[in-house]
């Protein structure tokens, strides 16, 4: 039987009991319209909904959500590979989608803070495709953000189009990505980003913040102790309204704490002072800002967090998006007004001016962990796994560690469904996760970084620990404490090209020593070289680094790197260094632009890594673009220290 008359049956049985199943007196559920009509419907489109092939967890084309499960999740993850391309959100033949505006609200709330193109919305009946780059507000009329709606009785006569817009197919060749890039791409009063809203909320967060601090006490009128302090309870805010979108045991609600503000201040430092206790990560171990803020401005930000003013839904917001926004977020900082009469203001950075400032897309750093790591792994016990260290040297706000992290995490889940399934807690629909304990065990032995920025460390380690608590519950977390580990033996902050000693016999101003910012390599992994290096090191060239560097810093990279040679670009040194930080056998594997094995400037970072014969592999993407608004021609490189 071929699919269409696979389809016309469905569709006749459909038919034929439509009245039992709308009637109220029935028992008929969602549970029973997913598993009767609306899987096969998607098999029927390509999808292997029940994971017939086999796949890994973290591959599975289709992740269904428990129907029993009462947290706010979507009822199914169309993947490429893992990567989260839609969703869609099932109702029972009784919930009218076409009339009932709360499920359509529910369905778009899912695809908009997921960054989606689209959502689906079925009841079987009715098939709706919605326009997820609508930011979703709860007053919107049924028809806002609706792309199409197919009838049951048009499946048969229109399975091809539905076909080309939300089938297997489409989503594994690209041309579901081409096709909604360019019909669902636009601008509009409604046409927002989640991330783009949530930086914005943010950096109205930080002005806020600022100008109340800085107009208030001398304690933060020096800028870097400003940056700090607003940073930090940002930080702190959102990671406890994540616990809560995630049901993490807390004190009390942040919500809560504005209830009376008369003892605003006295909630906040109990809830602060038992989250502190309970998660122990250094997030609220430093000066209590709160104490030197307005209440109106403290109250104003909590509510900013909540239904109805926040369109969040912080278990459905994806860590990797988290640390989009926070990449972006860590371009600009707080300066302060030449006297006390003016506002503060944000203002690029100076190493942002004029330069490509990129996130890697998560389809990009999810295949270079796998590249890398999938060697690594092969074959090694969840103990052996515990052995292995990986860095990011530029980590940034720490992306490709939290996906080498959730890599870890998969091959040892891997391992104990084929050798010790009982070990594992199960989370969803054949869907599991390792115990808390064993999570921290392998954040704190394996993952590592270094970063320049103050504040990118900081957020390294803020987006590792919410990957951390990633499927989480208060019953998953009650025999462990503290919940997270203190990731400062992990994430450290300098400039990973230059070592203290490199500065012993010049001569160096406290200011440029304080700007070079040396960093000793015999403080990470116990000075021992790592097994992987992943990552998308800071793209610099020559010009840009004599405007922005201390002449000294300059000179010492002409000085101490094989490929500082003509107009040489930063990059060159990270992939030196790299190459130089690994074990014997280990991995590197980088996006940067092409150009280094093509002009001349790279001829001696050519031959530093043609003499050792270390390349293992190059993927060109030539005039294709990767990242958003800038023209980068890239390139993914990977090298084993080995003879290959």
């Known amino acids: 039987m071929d699919k269409l008359d696979s389809l016309k049956d469905l569709v006749s049985r ?271 171990s430093g000066d209590l800002v709160f104490f030197d803020l307005a209440h109106e401005v403290i109250i104003e930000i909590v509510k900013g967090l909540y239904y109805p003013e926040s369109p969040y839904l912080f278990n459905i917001i994806e860590p990797s998006l988290l640390g989009k926004i926070y990449e972006m977020f860590l371009t600009t900082r707080i300066i302060l007004p030449p006297d006390y009469s003016e506002s503060v203001t944000l203002a690029l950075k100076d190493d942002c001016i004029d330069r490509a400032i990129v996130t890697t897309p998560v389809e990009i750093v999810k295949y270079m962990v796998d590249r890398t790591l999938s060697a690594l792994c092969e074959g090694k016990t969840p103990e052996e796994i515990l052995t292995i260290r990986v860095a990011d040297i530029a980590c940034g706000s720490g992306v490709f560690l939290d996906e080498a992290f959730l890599y870890l995490q998969n091959h040892c889940i891997n391992w104990y469904l084929a050798n010790a399934p009982s070990h594992l807690i199960e989370i969803g629909n054949n869907l599991f996760k390792l115990p808390l304990q064993e999570k921290k065990q392998i954040l704190s032995s394996c993952i590592y970084g270094i970063e320049l920025d103050i504040h990118a460390v ?16 208060s019953p998953s977390v009650e025999d462990t404490t503290p919940i997270l580990p203190n990731l400062s033996n992990n994430i450290f902050h300098g400039n990973a090209l230059i070592e203290a000693e490199d500065l012993i016999d010049i001569k160096v101003s406290p200011d440029d020593r304080l700007q070079i910012n040396p960093f000793s390599w015999s403080t990470i992994n116990k000075g021992n070289k790592f097994d992987a290096i992943i990552g998308n090191p800071p793209y610099v060239g020559t010009e840009e680094m004599h405007a922005l560097l201390p002449a000294t810093e300059f000179e010492l990279y002409k000085n101490k790197y094989e490929s500082a040679y003509k107009q040489f670009d930063k990059y060159f040194l990270f992939i030196e260094r790299a190459l130089n930080g690994l074990m014997p056998n280990g991995f590197l594997s980088y996006v940067v632009p092409n150009k280094y094995y093509k002009i001349n400037a790279g001829k001696n970072l050519r031959g530093f890594i043609a003499s050792r014969k270390v390349l293992v592999s190059i993927d060109d993407f030539g005039a294709s673009q990767l990242f958003d608004e800038k023209t980068i021609y890239s390139s993914i490189s990977i090298f084993q220290n080995k003879r290959q």
């Not at 900081?458 to 519950?473: D, G, P, S, W, Y």
Request: glycine letters at 4%.
């Open 458 to 473: 900081e957020v390294a380690k803020f987006t590792l620990l919410i990957r951390l608590i990633e499927n989480e519950t």
């Open 14 to 284: 459909f038919k034929s009991n439509l009245a039992q199943y709308k009637d109220k007196k029935t028992a008929y559920n969602e549970h029973s319209c997913r598993i009767e009509y609306i899987d096969p419907f998607l098999e029927l489109l390509g999808w292997d909904v029940p994971n017939k092939k086999g796949l890994a967890p973290q591959y599975r084309e289709v992740i269904a959500e428990y129907h029993l499960n009462q947290n706010d999740r979507p009822d199914y993850s169309m993947t490429l590979r893992g990567v989260a391309k839609f969703f869609i959100e099932a109702k029972k033949p009784q919930v009218d989608i076409t009339k009932l505006s709360e499920p359509a609200f529910q369905a778009r709330k899912y695809g908009w803070n997921a960054n989606h193109q689209i959502v689906v919305l079925t009841n079987f009946e009715y098939f709706v495709i919605y326009d997820s780059t609508y930011m979703p507000k709860e007053k919107d009329g049924l028809k806002v953000a609706v792309y199409r709606t197919y009838h049951y009785a048009e499946y048969v006569d229109k399975f091809d189009e539905i076909n080309a817009l939300v089938s297997r197919e489409s989503v594994y060749s690209g041309a579901f990505d081409d096709y909604w890039g360019q019909h669902v791409a636009g601008s509009g009063s409604q046409k927002l980003k989640v991330d783009d809203v949530f930086l914005a909320q943010i950096n109205t967060w930080r002005i806020l913040i600022g100008n109340d601090l800085y107009s208030k006490t001398n304690r933060y009128d020096y800028e870097e102790t400003l940056n700090d302090a607003v940073q930090e309870f940002i930080n702190q805010i959102i990671f406890l309204r994540i616990c809560e979108d995630k049901n993490l045991p807390l004190y009390h609600k942040l919500s809560e704490t504005i209830d009376n503000p008369d003892a605003l201040v006295e909630k906040l430092k109990e809830l602060f002072i038992a989250a502190d206790k309970r998660y122990n990560a250094g997030l609220f």
